[in-house]
């Protein structure tokens, strides 16, 4: 299972809080996983990477309440030993820098809190991306919910690109 996180609605699209929907939809669209179904308050889609069946996954609850739609999905799709994959921004990395983390705690993401505490389980990998961070810390809101300057546009593209051959390499790796 590999979830984007973000927000729904035109608002938000391509806003740094949205990067995980954007991963999504670059996979989708390399992988021919067209997201059009609806269960659990997300918007899913089915389809194949490599030999593996994924399911891929953007709730539709706001950010901070992923939980409520990724918690359900893992109890009635994930099997035991299967990846749960989360992509997401994060403003304690520099813009363009993508990192892999498995398990640990939320790092004040609300996003990964609110999975965490619905799954009662801090045991899947992240796809940490890179979005800066504002120079007052009462801006964190404002500048999430910002799209990505133009100067930063081919950062944020090569970083979803990044993150794209991360998820089909993770999902690929002899387990």
């Known amino acids: 299972m590999?979830?984007?996180?973000?927000?729904?609605?035109?608002r938000y699209r391509h806003t740094r809080h949205n990067l995980g929907f954007d991963v999504l939809d670059a996979l989708g669209e390399r992988c021919h996983i067209p997201m059009r179904q609806r269960e659990a308050e997300a918007l899913c889609g089915?389809?194949?990477?490599?030999?593996?069946?994924?399911?891929?996954?953007?709730?539709?609850?706001?950010?901070?309440?992923?939980g409520r739609s990724v918690a359900p999905l893992v109890r009635r799709h994930r099997r035991q030993g299967e990846l749960?994959?989360?992509?997401?921004?994060?403003?304690?990395?520099?813009?363009?820098?993508?990192k892999l983390k498995y398990q640990g705690g939320d790092a004040g993401?609300?996003?990964?809190?609110?999975?965490?505490?619905?799954?009662?389980?801090n045991v899947f990998v992240r796809i940490r991306l890179g979005v800066g961070k504002p120079?007052?810390?009462?801006e964190v809101v404002?500048?999430?919910?910002?799209p990505f300057p133009a100067q930063e546009a081919d950062v944020r593209d090569r970083m979803i690109a990044q993150a794209v051959t991360h998820v089909i390499a993770l999902i690929e790796a002899p387990r």
């Open 2 to 10: 590999i979830v984007g996180l973000g927000n729904p609605g035109q």
């Open 109 to 121: 993401h609300l996003g990964i809190r609110s999975i965490i505490a619905c799954l009662q389980d």
């Open 46 to 66: 089915t389809g194949r990477i490599g030999d593996h069946a994924v399911l891929c996954v953007k709730p539709q609850t706001y950010m901070n309440a992923s």
């Open 135 to 138: 120079t007052h810390k009462d």
């Open 84 to 98: 749960l994959i989360v992509v997401h921004d994060d403003i304690d990395l520099p813009v363009g820098t993508t």
């Open 142 to 146: 404002e500048y999430v919910l910002a």
